[in-house]
C-alpha cells in the first residue's frame, strides 16, 4: 500500500483491528483503528487510532464513534446494535466483515467501487449513484411536487 497523498475522490476508511494491518476486530473491544484513505488510484494508511482513550468514558460506544467520526466508512468483523446506531449518528457508514481478513483485501475491493459506487457508498462519498440514473427523471419529477 503506498504512503503517498491521494488525489480527489478519496473517502477515509476506520478498520478495526487487534494487531498488524489486519481486519479482526470487533467495533467495542478492538485495540486500534487503523485508517486509510482510499482513492481509485492509491490506498494509503493515514494513522492508527489506538482506542485505549476511551476506556474512562462515560459511554464507551460514543467515543469509539467519535474517534473515527471523520471517516465515511468503518469494516469491522462485528458490532451490535446499539453500537451501529452510534455510529451511523456520527455519519459513519459501519460494513461487517464477519472473518478475519488483512485490510489491503477489503480496500482494494472497496477501491475498484470508487468508479460507479453502490447506492450506500455513493451517500458515504457525498455523490450521486450512478445505478440510479435510470430514475433520475422519477425523482426529480418528486422534487417538484
Known amino acids: 500500500m503506498s ?3 491521494t488525489r480527489e475522490g478519496s473517502i ?3 478498520c478495526a483491528s487487534n494487531g498488524g494491518e489486519v481486519l479482526d476486530g470487533h467495533f467495542g473491544s478492538c485495540e486500534h483503528f487503523l485508517v486509510y484513505k482510499v482513492s481509485p488510484g492509491d490506498i494509503a494508511l493515514v494513522e492508527q487510532r489506538d482506542t485505549d482513550v476511551t476506556d474512562d468514558a462515560y459511554d464507551k460506544n460514543v467515543a469509539r ?3 473515527i467520526a471523520d471517516c465515511q466508512v468503518v469494516f469491522i468483523q462485528s458490532i451490535g446494535g446499539p453500537a451501529a446506531a452510534k455510529v451511523v449518528r456520527a455519519g459513519v457508514h ?3 466483515v464477519p ?3 488483512p485490510t489491503e483485501e477489503i480496500l482494494v475491493k472497496l477501491q475498484s467501487a470508487l468508479e ?3 447506492p450506500w457508498l455513493a451517500k458515504a462519498m457525498g455523490v450521486e449513484a450512478a445505478s440510479l440514473n435510470p ?3 422519477l425523482i426529480e419529477a418528486g422534487e417538484e411536487s
Request: charged share 25%; aromatic share 4%; hydrophobic share 40%.
Open 3 to 5: 504512503a503517498s497523498t
Open 65 to 67: 464513534a467519535a474517534l
Open 12 to 14: 477515509r476508511v476506520a
Open 135 to 137: 430514475y433520475r427523471d
Open 99 to 101: 472473518k478475519p481478513v
Open 116 to 118: 460507479s459506487p453502490p
Open 94 to 96: 459501519p460494513v461487517k
